[in-house]
């Protein structure tokens, strides 16, 4: 069992950075996906990391601009977003599974509550 809580989101203007924090409890040896929800709109996957940080994985529209890492020290996971654009407005959540990256959010079984990205432009 793990409890998944986001926090750092807010509003910004576009070409701003933000940087969002997943705190973990209870096992930590999960990987670890960023996913994001616009209104009306489908749960994608933004960014991946394996449970040690050895591999990531990005979405093809946060390539070059989003890093994910993770000091398991703390148990946190993070999301550095830069050059933010009015498009990645979303509520992002961070959530955990057992095993390799994967960009489906039917392969993870954890869940944050989400935190709310606002991009004006």
């Known amino acids: 069992q793990v409890q998944l809580v986001e926090s750092g989101g807010g509003l910004v203007q576009a070409g701003d950075s933000l940087r969002l924090s997943c705190a973990t409890s209870?096992?930590?040896?999960?990987?670890m996906g960023w996913f994001r929800q616009a209104p009306g709109k489908e749960r994608d996957f933004v960014a991946g990391?394996?449970?040690?940080?050895?591999?990531?994985y990005y979405g093809d529209s946060v390539k070059g601009r989003f890093t994910i890492s993770r000091h398991n020290a703390n148990n946190t996971v993070y999301l550095q977003m830069n050059s933010l654009k009015p498009e990645d407005t979303a509520v992002y959540y961070c959530?955990?599974?057992?095993?390799?990256?994967?960009?489906?959010?039917?392969?993870?079984?954890?869940w944050g509550q989400g935190t709310q990205v606002t991009v004006s432009s």
């Open positions: 990391i394996s449970w040690d940080g050895g591999n990531t």
């Open positions: 959530a955990a599974r057992s095993s390799a990256i994967r960009t489906s959010r039917y392969e993870y079984k954890y």
């Open positions: 209870g096992r930590t040896r999960y990987t």
